[in-house]
């Protein structure tokens, strides 16, 4: 299944750029880097700063992401109707925005997901076969 805005809930996460919109902890929100680590409750976020990188553990529950999805990580290109909202900029090649506007929205799409659409096991959640209720 390709990945797209509409099927990002049902794929891997590792790797994917994502930014904390919203969360109850207000110390998470503006967050952006790297999944390095998905569990069942969090996901965990690889972020870089003055070029040093540390990992913020972020709760699910109670949080809002923004996901960027680049035509490399869908391994396709947009068509036409595909969902997505332009951003004032894209993520570069560490996944961090840039400031850059005249590429803002070329070749990415930003998908906000409610962090409890994601509270499952990554493995069941993303399983094609049997009866899981992701499908």
Same mark, same amino acid.
């Given at each position: ?6 099927t990002?809930?049902?794929h ?7 930014r ?19 569990? +069942? ?28 999805i +680049?035509d ?7 068509g ?26 070329e ?29």
């Amino acid at each position: 299944m390709a990945l797209t805005p509409e099927t990002l809930p049902r794929h891997e996460l590792n790797g994917l750029p994502v930014r904390v919109a919203e969360s109850d902890d207000p110390g998470t929100v503006g967050l952006e880097g790297i999944v390095v680590i998905e569990t +069942t409750n969090t996901l965990q976020i690889e972020v870089r700063d003055d070029g040093g990188s540390r990992v913020v553990q972020v709760p699910k529950s109670g949080s809002v992401f923004e996901f960027a999805i +680049t035509d490399d990580a869908a391994d396709l290109e947009k068509g036409s109707g595909t969902t997505f909202k332009l951003a004032d900029s894209q993520p570069d090649s560490s996944g961090l925005h840039s400031d850059e506007s005249d590429r803002a929205g070329e070749g990415v799409a930003y998908v906000t997901v409610d962090g409890s659409r994601l509270l499952s096991r990554p493995a069941r959640r993303t399983e094609t076969n049997g009866d899981s209720p992701w499908q």
